[in-house]
C-alpha cells in the first residue's frame, strides 16, 4: 500500500495523548486570560474603557476568537507532538507483551520522526543481551548433551528433556 495514500492514525494511545492535550489547553487558556487581564487593566485603571459599557460586542467577538484559535492550535499541536512519543511508547509496550508471553527476542523500529530514538537503542541493546544469554545457555545444554551421551548407562529421558530445553531456547532467539 502506498504511504500517501495508507491513512496515518495520530491518536494511537487516546488516554496518554489527551491527558497532555487536555493540560496544553488548560495551560494556553489561562495564558490567554493572562494576556487579556494585563491588557484590559490599564485600560480600565486609566478609564479608557468603563465598566456601564465595558467592552464592545467587536472587542468581544476577537477575544473568544483568540481563545477558540488558541484552544484550536493548542489541541492540533498537542496531539501532533504527542504522537512522536505516544507511538514509540505503544510499539515498544507491544514488543514488551510479546517476549513476556514467550516471543522471540526482536528488536524495535521507530520512524525517524520519533522521539525516544535512545529508548529503542537501549530496547534493541537489552535484546541482543538476551539473545546472547539464550546463545550461552544453548552451547551450555550442548555441552552437557555431550557430557551425558559420554557417560554410560541409559540418559534417554535426560537427553530428551534437553532437547525439549534447546528447541525452547532456540524458538525465542
Keep these: 500500500m502506498d504511504k500517501k495514500a495508507r491513512k496515518q492514525i495520530f491518536l494511537v494511545n487516546r488516554d496518554f495523548?489527551?491527558?497532555y492535550v487536555r493540560l496544553a489547553v488548560i495551560v494556553g487558556i489561562?495564558?490567554?486570560?493572562?494576556?487579556?487581564?494585563?491588557v484590559l487593566y490599564p485600560l480600565v485603571q486609566f478609564r479608557i474603557i468603563r465598566f456601564p459599557v465595558f467592552l464592545p460586542l467587536p472587542f468581544l467577538a476577537a477575544i473568544l476568537t483568540a481563545i477558540g484559535?488558541?484552544?484550536?492550535?493548542?489541541?492540533?499541536?498537542?496531539?501532533?507532538?504527542?504522537?512522536?512519543?505516544?507511538?514509540?511508547?505503544?510499539?515498544?509496550?507491544?514488543?514488551?507483551?510479546?517476549?513476556?508471553?514467550?516471543?522471540?527476542?526482536?528488536?524495535?523500529k521507530f520512524r525517524e520522526s520519533d522521539d525516544l530514538?535512545?529508548?529503542a537503542r537501549n530496547y534493541n541493546s537489552?535484546?541482543?543481551?538476551?539473545?546472547?544469554a539464550e546463545e550461552a545457555r544453548?552451547?551450555?545444554l550442548d555441552r552437557l548433551?555431550?557430557?551425558?551421551k559420554q557417560s554410560t548407562g541409559e540418559h534417554t529421558a535426560s537427553l530428551l528433556v534437553i532437547e525439549e530445553?534447546?528447541?525452547e531456547f532456540k524458538r525465542r532467539t
Design 117 to 119: 530514538q535512545y529508548l
Design 138 to 140: 544453548l552451547a551450555m
Design 69 to 108: 484559535a488558541n484552544i484550536a492550535i493548542i489541541t492540533w499541536l498537542g496531539v501532533h507532538v504527542t504522537h512522536r512519543i505516544a507511538g514509540p511508547i505503544f510499539s515498544l509496550v507491544r514488543h514488551m507483551r510479546h517476549v513476556e508471553l514467550g516471543g522471540s527476542f526482536k528488536g524495535v
Design 165 to 167: 530445553l534447546r528447541q
Design 126 to 132: 537489552l535484546m541482543h543481551a538476551l539473545v546472547a
Design 30 to 38: 489561562a495564558s490567554t486570560c493572562l494576556t487579556l487581564i494585563l
Design 17 to 19: 495523548q489527551l491527558r
Design 145 to 148: 548433551e555431550v557430557s551425558i
